[in-house]
């Protein structure tokens, strides 16, 4: 009878680790729309920071902020992301959640400070209807970033679209540097669309992916394993989004 007490404390035990071990899919969007609201709030800040450091001939911050958004963002971006990926690979107990997730509020401050110094420069010759279009072009992102999630989500597999994207990437960058010479517009356009459905395939697998790890037993930290979950569809988000807003201000400049 102490045997068996003893061992079924033990699996009531092990099975409130397992619990706690979970990489949970809310943790994830969590973090996801955490950095998301911290890059748009300082993209939509920082227009008005460099209107304020020119009204008041403030060029020491309107340095600043040129400095930081393109050598710093490109100091801090690359490294970063360098590192929750090979942290993710090597996830251990020893790894420090608390670190991952102070650099992936870094990188979403930096992103978003170079995403509003960009926003800033063409605010400059587009005006009011600029935010117009950076509007349309969150919806569209949101609208198509919803879709891939579920395509994502409800695949079984996404292996094919994975090989067949892999494949024609190789034509793509065929094309590119076929390109370099030939420079045609017609030809940009395609790469441009091409690029953009290899990120949209990306991000569908990535919400495959996370649909696989969600509700399961994390190989090391859950906390490390949803951080990166969210870096990732994060940093698909956010290139969805620049791209779609770069179609949409070719569109507008050819009417023009």
């Known amino acids: 009878m102490n045997t068996y007490n003893s061992n079924a404390t033990y699996y ?14 809310s943790t994830i969007y969590i973090f996801f729309a955490l950095a998301l609201a911290l890059t748009g709030i300082i993209a939509f800040s920082i227009p008005y920071l460099y209107e304020s450091a020119l009204e008041n001939n403030n060029i020491r911050l309107y340095n600043l902020l040129l400095t930081l958004s393109f ?18 690979s090597r996830n ?12 992936f509020a870094i990188y ?6 170079m995403i509003g110094t960009i926003l800033y420069a063409v605010m400059q010759s587009g005006g009011i209807e600029t935010i117009r279009l950076v509007s349309y072009a969150f919806l569209i992102t949101a609208g198509v ?11 079984k597999d996404m292996s094919p679209a994975i090989s067949i994207v892999s494949s024609l990437s190789i034509g793509v ?3 590119l540097i076929l390109n370099i010479f030939l420079q045609s517009s017609l030809v940009s356009w395609v790469l441009s669309f091409a690029f953009l459905l290899f990120i949209l ?27 990166y979950c969210a870096f990732s569809i994060y940093t698909d988000f956010i290139v969805i989004f620049i791209r779609v807003l770069y179609f949409l201000l070719l569109l507008v400049g050819n009417r023009k």
């Open 92 to 103: 251990r107990e020893s790894k420090s959640p608390i670190l991952m997730g102070v650099l």
């Open 12 to 25: 009531n035990q092990y099975q409130k680790e397992q619990v706690v071990n979970e990489v949970k899919r």
């Open 145 to 155: 970033f919803l879709l891939c999630g579920v395509i994502g989500t409800l695949s």
């Open 108 to 113: 979403a401050a930096f992103l978003g400070l």
């Open 173 to 175: 960058i065929g094309l």
């Open 201 to 227: 395939v990306i991000t569908a697998y990535d919400f495959h992916m996370i649909n696989r790890i969600a509700g399961k037993s994390s190989f090391g930290n859950p906390t490390i394993t949803a951080l």
């Open 71 to 88: 050598v710093g963002s490109f100091i801090v971006l690359l490294p970063i992301s360098i590192y929750m990926s090979v942290s993710v």
